[in-house]
Structures are given as C-alpha cells and as structure tokens.
C-alpha cells in the first residue's frame, strides 16, 4: 500500500528556517516524480516544486532561491528545506506522488503538515 | 503562468442531482487537465486526469470532459459523500496551477 507520512511542520519566526520530511512506503521515491504541494490556511492549492526521477529540480517562483527539494535514498523520504520564511509561506505543505509519466498529476497524497511563520 | 477561473466558487445541490462544474483556461492546454477532490482537513483526491479519465476506484459518477480552453466535471447522482471541495489543475505548462475551488455545499 502506498503511504506518505510528512512530518516537521511547526510553528517557527520571520526569517527562520524548517525541514519538511516525508516517508514514503509501498514505492520507491527515487523512481518516482515527488512534489511539494501548498495550502494556505482556507486558501486554493499551490505548487511548490518537483523533483524528477532523474534528479532534476524545479521550483514556483515564489519559493525560489529559499526552499530546496531533495531525497534521500535509502531512506525513502522526500524533503523540503525552508529558509528564509515568510509569514506567506504560511499553509499546510503535502507531498505528493506523481502518476506514472504525468509529471505534474498527482494521484498519492501525505496528509500535510502545518508550517505557521509568525512572530 | 497558465491562470484558471473556476466556476461556479459554491454550489448548492441535494443527494441525487446531477451537477456540472467548469474551468475555463486563460490559454489552451490540450486535454491536460486534472480534477481533485478535497473533504475538510484532508489532503486533494485525484478524480480524473486527461480531462477525461477516470482514476482508478473513483465511481463512475463522476465524469469530465473538455480540450483546449473549457473544460466540465461532472457528478451524476450526487450522494452524501460526495460534499467537499474541488479543484481542477492544469499541467500543460509549468507552473502547474490550480483552479481557485468548487465548494459543493448540501442544499
């Protein structure tokens, strides 16, 4: 069974900095295209980035040059480093799985995390 | 950015209508459209992609349809669990972006 388990949201300052994890089972991360995907708090969703198979990285411009997507193999766990946070990056962050080829249609979701930037 | 309006932003229905929500795109974009529903406090479910197929275990009650720049989900026969939140989705071009929601509300 496919299962996405993201954990290190929390509540942290202007400026500050989180590690978003999320462990995923039933499949391999490395083989898959992963995303981050963004809600704010009663708010629509948004793309936040992509890793593909091969490794390659993508990011929204509103992220851009702040956050950065990786994986760690062995442990089957996707992750996203924020810094430089900003009250708007306030939402709750899900990982997603890619369908197949379609890189950007998600079929395999986490139940999110909350990240609250406030002082 | 590829930008989508959503329409209608709440609908009203009883168990058993039939309803039809729409995402018009501000470019065309093929049939590369998805469609997801959201319940309260839980994460988007995928319903359909290709415009037009249905993802695996969702009820044939819901349907879509569409190509280039209008594009249609519809629910026959609406029963109770049905109730929550929709998006539609493109990812014809980056960034992919999200339609801005349907929340389908009981009558």
């Known amino acids: 069974e496919v299962q996405l388990v993201e954990s290190g949201g929390g509540l942290v300052q202007p400026g500050g900095s989180l590690r978003l994890s999320c462990a995923a089972s039933?499949?391999?991360?490395?083989?898959?295209?992963m995303s981050w995907v963004r809600q704010a708090p009663g708010k629509g969703l948004e793309w936040v980035s992509v890793?593909?198979?091969?490794?390659?990285?993508y990011y929204a411009d509103s992220v851009k040059g702040r956050f950065t997507i990786s994986r760690h193999n062995s442990k089957n766990t996707l992750y996203l480093q924020m810094n430089s946070l900003r009250a708007e990056d306030t939402a709750v962050y899900y990982c997603?799985?890619?369908?197949?080829?379609?890189?950007?249609?998600?079929?395999?979701w986490g139940q999110g995390t909350l990240v609250t930037v406030s002082s | 950015a590829i930008w989508m309006t959503q329409s209608p932003s709440l609908l009203s229905a009883s168990t058993g209508d039939r309803v039809t929500i729409s995402c018009r795109m501000s470019?065309?974009?093929?049939?590369?459209l998805a469609w997801y529903q959201q319940k309260p406090g839980k994460a988007p479910e995928l319903l359909i992609y290709a415009a037009s197929t249905l993802q695996s275990g969702v009820p044939s009650r819901f349907s879509g349809s569409g190509s280039g720049t209008d594009f249609t989900l519809t629910i026959s026969c609406l029963q109770s669990e049905d109730f929550a939140t929709y998006y539609c989705q493109q990812y014809y071009s980056f960034p992919p972006t999200f339609g801005q929601g349907t929340k389908l509300e009981i009558k």
């Open positions: 890793i593909y198979s091969g490794g390659s990285t």
């Open positions: 470019q065309g974009i093929s049939s590369y």
């Open positions: 997603a799985r890619s369908l197949g080829d379609t890189a950007m249609v998600y079929d395999y």
């Open positions: 039933g499949f391999t991360v490395s083989s898959n295209y």
